[in-house]
C-alpha cells in the first residue's frame, strides 16, 4: 500500500460521506487505473484538510473578536459612565 493510500485511509473518518464513499470507490478499481487515479484523489484530500484547518482558524479568530468586541464594548460603557460620573461631580461644585 502506497504513502498516500495509507494518508487516505487514515484521515476518511474527517470527510463527508460522498468523498469518503470515493475513496471507497477508488480503492476497489484495479490496480492500473486507481494508481492513476490515486494521485489526483491524494491532492484533493490534502486541499479538503486544508481548507478544513483554515475554517477551523477563522472560526476561532472570529470568536476571539466576538469575545474582544465584548470587552471593548464594556470597557466603553465603564468609562462612559465614570466619564458622565465624574462631570457630575465637576459641575455640582462650580455651582
Do not use: W
Not at 22 to 40: F, K, N, S
Not at 61 to 78: G, H, I, N, P, T
Request: neutral net charge.
Amino acid at each position: 500500500m502506497s504513502t498516500s493510500q495509507q494518508n487516505i485511509n487514515e484521515t476518511t473518518t474527517e470527510f463527508s460521506a460522498d468523498l469518503t464513499q470515493l475513496i471507497g470507490l477508488v480503492a476497489d478499481l484495479p490496480p492500473q487505473h486507481r494508481d492513476r487515479i490515486q494521485t489526483v484523489l491524494g491532492r484533493v484530500v490534502e486541499s479538503t484538510q486544508r481548507r478544513r484547518r483554515i475554517l477551523t482558524l477563522v472560526q476561532e479568530a472570529l470568536s476571539q473578536l466576538r469575545l474582544d468586541m465584548k470587552y471593548l464594548v464594556f470597557d466603553l460603557e465603564a468609562t462612559r459612565r465614570e466619564r458622565d460620573k465624574f462631570k457630575s461631580l465637576v459641575e455640582g461644585r462650580d455651582e
